[in-house]
Structure formats: C-alpha cells, structure tokens
Nanobody, 115 residues
C-alpha cells in the first residue's frame, strides 16, 4: 500500500500564498491522475484541481487563475501552488492519487486564510 504524505498547509493572511506538496511513500509505476480536494467545516468535499497522466489539468471555477497544480513524476509528487488566497479557501486539503483501479488519499492538511 502507498501512503501519501502531505505538507505545506498552515495559516496565511488573505492575499498570501501557500504551496502544498503530496509525496507518495513508494514509487508508483503508473499514475493515471493526481489531484487535490478540500473540505470546509460543515461542507461536502469538493474537487479543487487535478492533473492527468497526459498532463491535462482541471480546476474548480472558484480557484481558476489563482491555483496551479503541477507534478514531478520522478518524485511521485504533486504540488498545489495557491496564490491570492481568500478566506473562502479555508479547508482541509486532501491529496488524491489514482493508479489503475486504486485510489489513494492523503491524511489532509489544514489551510486557514485569515481576513
């Protein structure tokens, strides 16, 4: 089993930036998709950004133009660069990796944006 280790969360002022990282504990031979989801208190988990094996990216409308998802295949790592953060971005962010029929999830990292 692969563990996804997340880092980079924390407290930041509105307008600031954070960079989330998610690294797989083992090399994954074939990753179909890597992405980030988030869940705010009392809200459903929502998709934030994904990047496919073909490097196609997709973003939630609420973060488009502010967030950028990238990946380093050699390191089995996915990043989420978050700029111009808003209080509405406050949530627990979860990394997700899809390989074949298997989904892996990170433990979640808290992002808090103060106003």
């Amino acid at each position: 089993q692969v563990q996804l280790v997340e880092s980079g969360g924390g407290l930041v002022q509105a307008g600031g930036s954070l960079r989330l990282s998610c690294a797989a504990s083992r090399i994954i031979i074939s990753i179909d998709q890597m992405g980030w989801h988030r869940q705010a208190p009392g809200k459903q988990r929502e998709l934030v950004a994904v990047i496919t094996s073909g490097s196609r990216t997709n973003y939630a409308d609420s973060v488009k133009g502010r967030f950028t998802i990238t990946r380093d295949n050699a390191k089995n790592t996915v990043y989420l660069q978050m700029n111009s953060l808003k209080p509405e971005d406050t949530a627990v962010y979860y990394c997700r990796v899809v390989t074949g029929a298997i989904n892996y999830w990170g433990q979640g990292t808290q992002v808090t944006v103060s106003s």
